[in-house]
């Protein structure tokens, strides 16, 4: 196998960077992919990770060739191609592919992540439009999830604004979810990108939206939180960014707004409140300067039962839902505890769903 | 003269705290009202000082006594009263005499300052009467200046809930001003009190306001601002706030709420953001504890011509009016350097104006 088939398979196997680093400590990218499935499991792979790098990869390998084909727009950039987003990799899970319909260049660019409720209120998305809007005629390009609500809205005033956006989606490039956004989505692959970590065809699942949600971070020098309720993903996200020591901004809202609530959250644990894309392009000024920031104090403390989650883990790959129904809570909550699990390195995403890896 | 109208009359001559504290080391409260002018003059009091401390304090003293003998709920509250608050007193200016209209025993109790703008929107009438209305339910003082809007609010929502207000007025307590806030000064005089550093003929006048707001500050373990515009007088109380160590709250307001542009510069400056009385109540605790708090960063850099200012103050009293127009600076600005001036010490108000006082 070439170059590029090989970190297909190794992605297709629910491989992320960290692990990867560790493997790559010891032997080159070839020689790991060609390693027999014994071998593979006694350097730490689970018996199914062994297995599907063995026997199965050369199908997904197949798939996502074929799809890159299909399109001088499609690009599949590796975890040591140039155009592989620097931040990106700084984070503790990155993928080992990303897949790419747009303009790959723009990756590298300065980007600010912007998240926010699915049912933003009409001040939320006017907003999001606004700084969306503004943010981009400063020359940011603005990242966000291509969800219902603020992120719509974000592209599209980032769009409006003639600029160029990124969407990272949570299933593969040749599904788009939600269906109502396909215009959307082609408007954006037009200037700008989308981006997946999922093969082609894999359809979205619930547990895929966090997945998705760190890389937006990931990508990005910040993290703006347009709305959000403070049980929502998009404190997941902020808890995200501040992980990676990004920083994390927050629109105020009423004192009676409940979509505020999240932002009001995040801002009395250190986020920095938003009174227009000045207090952002700040910090767009202090990166450029510092490199990476200093200690960013935001932790969310998720009071959530991981270790029961993480005893359900097993080899066999699980799904979300029934991991939902097992422990007896909503599937929203059971995959943002995975998503800080798999960060951890303590499961890992495989086609079928979750399964335990070893501490190695 | 006794030692009420002994402190009535180093009141009348502008003397406060500070000054006195410095003046008392050499010798006692008789012995320096007593002394003739020329030797009031050497240990560093203006001419004006001394000529009025000589030879017309005894008008003022009469005054205070007349009004304090017309009701039975008229108090003077000296310095070394066992009521004088001790709070305002560690601030840097306390005034040497208060007039208490109401229950004085209320001084000492736990207060917050509730401040903000006189044309708030509907939302921020709202919050502050239930803030005002949910502190008095929780056991603590609402204190504010009886100005209208936010602080007009702020005593109805305390007095609808059941509780006691205070209410620091900027002129003497024969006046009240706003006229169409009588009722409301007699509703809050009946179970609170309404406080006054001003002898009780005393008009109302533009630089008496941002000095009673030093005395509501003052009072209080924290500041609470409702809704507030940039370049506002509750800016500057937030200020003294933390000028004074004690904390500082901010309500947060919709994007495009210019009323919450005030309190949404705060927060950023460190202000902590509310979201409900929870927030409030927490620091009434740790006061408890802990007494004084530590520093508080907030710094709002007014700049504006001090030094310019401050050359027009001679020894003969300047009204507010005419030092605004030969500065070429609106009463309201002229109005708050002046109140920095003064708490540096390096001004004194008596009746008709802003006199310079020595550096001593």
Known sequence: MDHLHNWLAL????????RYRKLSEQMSLAELVSLPASTLQQIGLTQRQAHGLSYEAQVWVEQALAWQAEATDHHLICFDHQYYPPLLKETRQPPLVLFIKGDPTL??????????????TPTGRKVARQL???????????TSGMAQGIDSECHLGA???????LAVLGHGLRQIYPTSNKRLAADIAQTG??????FPDVRARAEYFPQRNRIVVGLSIGTLVVE????????????????YNREVFAVPGSFYNTQASGCHHLIQQGAKLVTGIADILEERALFADNGMKGNNEINLTLDLCTQQLLDNVEDIPISVDVLAERVGMTVTDVSIILLELELLG???VVPGGYIKVGST
Chains 1, 2 share one sequence.
Do not use: C, D, F, W
């Open 193 to 198: 990108a989308l981006i997946s970590e999922y």
């Open 159 to 165: 769009l409006h604004a003639g600029g160029k956006t």
């Open 132 to 142: 969306a809007a503004e943010l981009t005629q400063n020359g940011m390009i603005v």
């Open 107 to 120: 990756l590298a660019l300065p980007q600010i992540a912007m998240v926010g409720s699915r049912l933003p």
């Open 11 to 18: 992605a297709s196997v629910g491989l992320r960077g960290q």
């Open 346 to 348: 303590k499961i890992a």
């Open 228 to 243: 959000a309720t403070i049980k929502s993903g998009s404190l997941i996200s902020a808890n995200l960014a501040a992980e």
